[in-house]
């Protein structure tokens, strides 16, 4: 499949949509390119007796099922990547809130099974471990920022730990020594790694761990604002302080200005998340991006490809969290 994907020109997605006799909006010209790579290569359809073909009657529909979208923007970015992306190839995308409650997910699974249901992908505001209700097996699955714990279901996380290490190796970059963290919530998998990147930063670039650099957060602003004030009062503070996520840095921000201190003439700071306020601070904040948008589209595209018989390989996939340079951490030489 994928040799007739690279003769066609176009995606394994779109080789398994025209070839499994998907009603996908495609063009003629597509469709037929892709007929004749595959004629011209020899491949050959072998269906399993269980598997049957999409009907062309109804429009093919996604199951986009979220545990929650308003406490956070981020699966509602991951169900805009998604549907964005399954639209391209004519398929819905329908979103279901569940709360995390079994019974619900259930029931959100059974009103829909008399529809053209290809698949389900699972969301989770949180990176997590997942349990899942057993209906779900009944449907090709994918899980967007969350696993299972055999770890078989194919899955699309963001790259927590590349990121911490990135986020500090800037900080390293900008000539910081004395690097902090205020960390998230304990017990979280992106407090986890996100503090596994940055002591590893720290130990590529032989800078001592100092555990009293370490400090414990709660994603609010109020322990980004404690945290700076005991980080501060150390009698060799920090000339760096990286944020978990954006709110502590507002509370960081808040607690370097009451002590006279600018940023990042004194002390540099960097958060994550690139939530919407991040350009409207003062000096703007340097952040990483939780990439959730591209973690849909890439559930969908898995999605899609799994119904077309490609296994997803490999089952998780780590998407980079990349750097948006403001002004919170001066310009280091390879910055400049």
């Not at 927590?160 to 900080?171: I, K, M, S, V």
């Not at 990147?197 to 555990?211: E, H, K, V």
Request: charged letters at 20%; proline letters at 5%; aromatic letters at 4%.
């Amino acid at each position: 499949m994928m040799d007739v994907a690279s003769m066609a020109g176009v995606s394994q997605a779109t080789v398994s949509l025209v070839l499994n006799g998907s009603p996908a909006k495609l063009t003629e010209s597509t469709r037929q390119r892709v007929i004749d790579s595959a004629n011209k290569l020899g491949y050959q359809l072998v269906r399993r007796e269980n598997q049957v073909a999409p009907s062309n009657k109804s429009r093919s529909v996604i199951i986009f099922i979220a545990d929650e979208i308003s406490t956070d923007p981020w699966m509602a970015l991951a169900f805009e990547g998604a549907h964005n992306k399954a639209l391209e190839y004519g398929i819905n995308v329908c979103l279901a809130v569940s709360h995390g409650n079994a019974n619900i997910e259930a029931s959100i699974v059974n009103q829909l099974a008399d529809s053209n249901v290809i698949g389900i992908i699972y969301g989770t505001i949180l990176t997590r471990l997942v349990e899942l209700p057993p209906i779900l097996s009944k449907k090709p699955t994918v899980l967007v920022n969350c696993y299972d714990s055999t770890r078989t279901l194919p899955s699309v996380l963001p790259g927590d730990l590349l990121g911490g290490r990135a986020a500090t190796e800037r900080l390293i970059q900008a000539g910081r020594k004395r690097i902090a963290i205020i960390n998230g919530q304990k017990g979280v998998d992106a407090s986890r790694d996100r503090l596994k990147g940055y002591r590893q930063a720290l130990s590529s670039n032989d800078i001592p761990f100092d555990p009293a650099l370490v400090r414990p957060g709660n994603w609010e602003p109020s322990t980004g604002y404690s945290m700076t004030h005991e980080l501060m009062a150390l009698d060799n503070p920090p000339d760096a302080i990286f944020c978990a996520n954006d709110l502590m840095a507002l509370g960081c921000f808040d607690a370097l200005r009451e002590l006279g201190k600018s940023i990042p003439d004194d002390v540099a700071v960097i958060g994550f998340d690139d939530r919407e306020i991040a350009q409207h601070t003062h000096p703007a904040l340097t952040t990483l991006i939780l990439p959730h948008y591209e973690m849909g589209e890439i559930s969908a595209e898995l999605l899609i490809d799994s119904v077309g018989g490609l296994l997803a390989t490999p089952n998780q996939i780590k998407v980079e969290c990349l750097m948006v340079e403001r002004d919170s951490v001066e310009k280091s030489e390879e910055n400049a």
